[in-house]
């Protein structure tokens, strides 16, 4: 078909899929690959918050935004491997995940309340992801 023209009602053009070049879908190892990377990517705005509470250009200012680039560098690194074994959407739909656990590091380490609003807005995001996920299933 010449360039311009629209192709999407020919039911003999190749659609696109979810799956891996070879043809297979994400594992199940895959996944929890991708939220263990997410975990740290989580990780990173945890030592963000903790660099805001010190004081500017302090010693302790500098090793946690060290931290944060630190983790920042080793994400960007993994998630390349993540988006090779996997759909980027389905990789990215799940970074969704991050409100979650920063809901839980807020909680633990900042003793930031938790409400019923936030507690609905997180499983309406984990709705999302899973309605993603299994979109690419």
């Known amino acids: 078909m010449p360039p311009g023209i629209d ?3 020919n039911p003999n053009r190749p659609r696109p899929t979810s799956a891996k070049p070879d043809g297979s879908r994400p594992s199940a190892r895959s996944f929890v690959f991708l939220h263990l990377i997410i975990l ?3 990780l990173a705005a945890v030592c963000a918050k903790l660099a805001a509470t010190s004081e500017l250009f302090s010693p302790a200012f500098f090793a946690w935004y ?4 630190v ?3 080793i994400y960007a690194l993994v998630w390349q491997q993540v988006i090779k074994r996997m759909p980027l959407t389905t990789a990215f739909a799940n970074k969704g995940v991050t409100v979650i656990w920063g809901m839980f590091w807020g ?3 900042f003793a930031e309340h938790i409400d ?4 609905i807005g997180a499983a309406v995001v984990f709705a999302g992801i899973v309605l993603v996920v299994y979109a690419d299933a």
Request: aromatic share 4%; net charge neutral.
């Open 71 to 73: 983790l920042l560098g």
């Open 116 to 119: 019923l609003k936030m507690i």
């Open 7 to 9: 192709d999407s009602t």
């Open 40 to 42: 740290l990517y989580s």
């Open 66 to 69: 060290a931290g944060v680039l």
């Open 107 to 109: 909680a633990l380490l």
